[in-house]
């Protein structure tokens, strides 16, 4: 199979189904957003964080391309058996390594400040990339149906990535940064 297809050289691109669209349009947006991030988690991998870390980037990783899918496939073309979709599984994932994290993160009782170990820089930079492709989805939202668990994913995986920048500064013993206004 070829790289190139050569019908992307005008300026759009298939959605799932085979519908074309700019390039420019709202859902490649949010999709894109959703590879970028998937990108950025691969930097903070590179890092050679810790283990445990590791581990829930990879699983976050996969997540994010079935997130991709999920944003790059209007609703009405799904079809169950050929597109994953992001499920209540993939938040309770998220909801559930965040509660483990907060039982050994100090209580955050001030802002912190993006930073600590270079991972945890990282993963605040990933942070703000979903907080960006969250905008974009619930934006998408109000022109055509996304559904509601890929916002629900998104707007928890925000969540997640600073927990998981607070856990990664912990576990690199690296003390976080208060916020003095």
């Known amino acids: 199979m070829k790289i ?14 085979g519908r074309r669209v700019p ?12 590879d970028e991030l998937n990108s950025q988690i691969g930097v903070v991998r590179s890092l050679k964080p810790k283990p445990e870390i590791d ?3 990879e699983k976050l990783q996969s ?4 997130l991709g899918t999920d944003l790059a496939t209007p609703v009405q073309e ?17 909801e559930d390594a965040i509660d483990r994290m907060e039982e050994r993160l100090p209580a955050l009782r001030y802002f912190v400040l993006p930073g600590g170990s270079p991972a945890a820089a990282q993963i605040h930079a990933a942070r703000t990339i ?14 055509e149906e996304v559904g509601k668990l890929p916002l629900v994913f998104l707007n928890r995986l925000s969540d997640f990535l ?11 013993g690296v003390s976080e940064t208060i916020w003095k206004p």
């Open 4 to 17: 190139y297809t050569k019908t992307g050289d005008e300026g759009e691109t298939s959605l799932f189904g």
């Open 23 to 34: 390039k420019f349009s709202l859902r490649i947006e949010a999709y894109g957003t959703a």
């Open 55 to 57: 581990t829930l980037l």
């Open 63 to 66: 997540d994010l391309f079935i």
């Open 78 to 94: 799904r079809e169950p058996e050929r597109v994953r979709r992001i499920e209540s599984g993939h938040i309770s994932f998220l």
């Open 130 to 143: 979903c907080r960006k492709c969250e905008r974009l989805a619930v934006k998408l939202e109000k022109e």
């Open 162 to 172: 600073f927990v998981l920048a607070r856990y990664a500064n912990l576990l690199d």
